[in-house]
């Protein structure tokens, strides 16, 4: 792939649902490899619009750039340019070459495996760890499938060394979360990830989701511990708790698994009795859960208080949740049932 086309296209990929102008594109390119001109990146847009991989359509004076998911090929050029990242990205770092390749051995057998991607690689990797995002088909075992996963990465992590957090999807949370309004770890990660094992699934997924609705990526990585007040209350209230005497003002719309992670990052008992009842009325996910409590170090706090609620209220994904968190090998941190109980009755969340 020449390198215009490759930059044109990991922009342009990264920035699902922006509506880029050339001008812009530009811009981007510019930001990111530090040289890009208008007129060479307006005649290779011209050419791939006219191989089909592109949609250049007029908005006024200027004219927004789209994916052509219709052209059966684009998945293909785009599994290529993923190649290319992976191999730049692993150029010379033997270390994790090594790391890959046990790990390509101890999951060789999932065969539920569809994609497996770095996320935002180069930043994690100066820092010893690396954030990988894998898209699991849908099983009947699949929660089984995801606690082994868990085992594995965390042997490979104490082997090498490497500190690993893993974000472990199916097919139907992978596309419930490319598809909400709310900020989400996955819609984050489309802007900074290199799907490195079997790219062309990873972007079929995208292509059949896209044919329905607009993907949007998220340009900013939430750090939960910076979630303010006011965005805290206003999330809290969504999810169904109203805490007395503080007025609800309009705020950014986080996913409930974010808003445990920050609320578990405050260290205020208040906020803290705030989580079973939160839980309690409302769907989470598990794994997405679990994922950000490795992020974050929240995990022991996470495991006391979902004992407490299973006891209380018991619920499937609870139960899930916990058998996750028993593979990392956390201390608990013990919380007051009585008192979570007195609360949860108090909110009608029992």
Not at 150 to 171: A, G
Not at 211 to 229: G, Y
Request: hydrophobic share 40%.
């Amino acid at each position: 792939m020449d390198t215009p086309t490759f930059r044109i296209l990991d922009t342009i990929s990264s920035h699902l649902g922006e509506s880029l102008s050339i001008n812009q594109l530009t811009e981007r390119i510019k930001d990111t490899y530090g040289i890009a001109y208008y007129a060479n990146i307006y005649q290779k847009l011209q050419e791939l619009k006219k191989e089909g991989l592109l949609n250049l359509n007029n908005l006024g004076r200027s004219s927004i750039i789209k994916l052509n998911f219709q052209n059966y090929l684009l998945i293909d050029f785009l599994s290529e340019m993923e190649i290319e990242k992976k191999m730049e990205f692993l150029k010379n770092r033997n270390d994790l070459l090594i790391f890959l390749t046990e790990m390509d051995k101890s999951l060789n057998e999932t065969c539920a495996i569809k994609s497996i991607s770095f996320i935002n690689p180069a930043k994690n990797i100066k820092l010893n760890r690396i954030e990988l995002l894998f898209l699991l088909r849908k099983t009947s075992d699949y929660h089984n499938e995801t606690v082994r996963l868990y085992r594995e990465m965390l042997k490979l992590q104490n082997k090498y060394n490497l500190r690993t957090d893993s974000l472990i999807l199916d097919e139907d949370d992978f596309s419930d979360l490319i598809r909400s309004d709310e900020i989400n770890p996955l819609r984050e990660a489309l802007f900074r990830k290199t799907a490195f094992f079997c790219p062309q699934a990873f972007w079929s997924e995208i292509r059949e989701i896209a044919e329905e609705t607009e993907i949007k990526s998220i340009r900013t990585e939430t750090k939960p511990a910076s979630i303010s007040d006011l965005d805290i209350v206003y999330n809290l209230g969504r999810f169904g708790y109203k805490e007395f005497g503080l007025k609800i003002e309009q705020g950014k719309k986080f996913c409930i698994e974010y808003l445990i992670t920050a609320l578990l990052l405050l260290d205020d008992p208040r906020r803290l009795e705030a989580i079973p009842i939160v839980l309690a009325k409302n769907s989470f996910r598990s794994n997405l859960l679990a994922f950000l409590s490795q992020k974050f170090g929240t995990g022991g706090k996470l495991l006391g208080l979902l004992r407490i609620l299973q006891e209380i209220k018991p619920a499937g994904e609870i139960a899930e949740t916990i058998d996750i968190l028993k593979t990392f090998k956390l201390e608990e941190t013990l919380a007051d049932e009585q008192s979570i109980l007195q609360k949860m009755r108090l909110y009608n969340a029992t």
